[in-house]
């Protein structure tokens, strides 16, 4: 307890941490209120089947990665990160109004891969932005990824109320309802960041920093590009696991909407105290063993899940995601910053960009895997992607998690 104790009264004792976590909250409830219910959404209120509803992920994904690869490379070059922040809280204000009232297939991927692939940057520089606040900080090196995984609990954190507050939502106002609440989430977040988040520059070391260690040179890194992929495999698995376990509730074991509301509620609430407790392990052990911990656990949830009788059964289950989660979501961030350093921009776009790759293949395989071999089939997929990513990381062990020599 005392070695929280210190961190909490450091965050809460500093403004800009403190807005920091108020931003990392709207945000997490702006996705919490989205994420668990898109396929519900495309597939069920617009109408796409499961290949066409693939096509759309996919080709907002892709817009997605190649819009925030750039803002997050202007972000260590050219701009504050307050201007990329406001650019992504007003774009998602604009999306998810977008999605509120548009039902026509390529308005929705217009909409989608514009306007949220613009919004896509705000998680990755919410955790930039953190870096650097951490590094004008008194806050030692070393204890880092403790403070970022308090930060990415905040942000899950909004997901313990987020998906139960979204389905009584759409109870009364549908998916209108839903997506204007997560608009005006974004819409409150743009204020904030232009109200309180200050217009910092990027530093000097940062300039050279990019000039000197392109992703070109740091992809050339054996550890740092396996757990690339890794986590892009994982990634996939997740999303496959995301789009397809509100459908297995509904339709395998005829559950309700509430249920899938339940069952998205219950790892964030064991998030919280594993992410402190991996957080405070991260500070003292190896980033990469964590990892690697997260992966050989993932392959066990998703087979378990694949074995799944009745919609209760996958409220303890989430207890292993919640574990997955604290690592793969919160030290990992850290993991990638520490091969980049001084280019905290790129290096969580290096992240995010991992987790966006996963997702586009993700939804490529949804449609494929769902009518071919139905839902408990695509849990069995993902154990076994997930079993793939493991074992690239064991095979790809990196000495220690340092920056890499420029």
Known sequence: MQRLLGPARTIFGNRDFTVLLVCNVLVGLAYSFVAPFLSMFGTLEVGMSPFVFSVFMTTTSIAAIGISTVLARWSDTRYSRRTILAVGGF???????????????????????????????????????????????????????????????????????GPAAAAWVMSIWSYVGTFLVA???????????????????????????????????????????????????????????????????????????????????????????????????ASRSDHARLIRFALGLAVV??????????????????ILSAAIVAVTSGVAITFFQNFLPNQAGTATNVYSTANRIGATVGYLLFGALLSAFGHRSVFVACAGLSLVASSILYAYRPERTAPIAA
């Open 91 to 161: 774009s998602g204000m604009l999306g998810y109004l977008g999605f509120a009232f548009v039902r026509d297939v390529v308005g929705l991927t217009l909409v989608g891969a514009i306007l949220l692939g613009l919004a896509s940057n705000t998680f990755s520089q919410l955790f930039a932005y953190a870096r650097d606040l951490l590094s004008r900080s008194d806050v030692p090196p070393a204890q880092t990824p403790l403070y970022m995984n308090v930060f990415r609990l905040f942000f899950a954190l909004s997901w313990t109320v």
């Open 301 to 318: 949830y998703y087979a378990l899940l694949s074995l799944v009788g009745a919609p209760w059964h996958v409220y303890p289950l989430q």
């Open 183 to 281: 608009g005006s989430l974004f819409g409150v977040f743009f204020l904030t960041v232009l109200l309180l988040v200050p217009a910092v520059p990027p530093s000097k070391k940062s300039l050279e920093a990019a000039a000197e260690l392109p992703l070109s040179k740091a992809f050339k890194n054996g550890p740092l590009l396996a757990h690339f992929i890794g986590l892009a495999l994982f990634f996939c698995c997740s999303t496959l696991g995301m789009m397809n376990l509100p459908l297995l509730i509904l339709n395998e074991l005829h559950g309700v909407e509430w249920q899938v509301g339940i069952a998205y509620s219950v790892a964030p609430i064991f998030e919280l105290p594993l992410m402190l407790y991996f957080g405070l392990l």
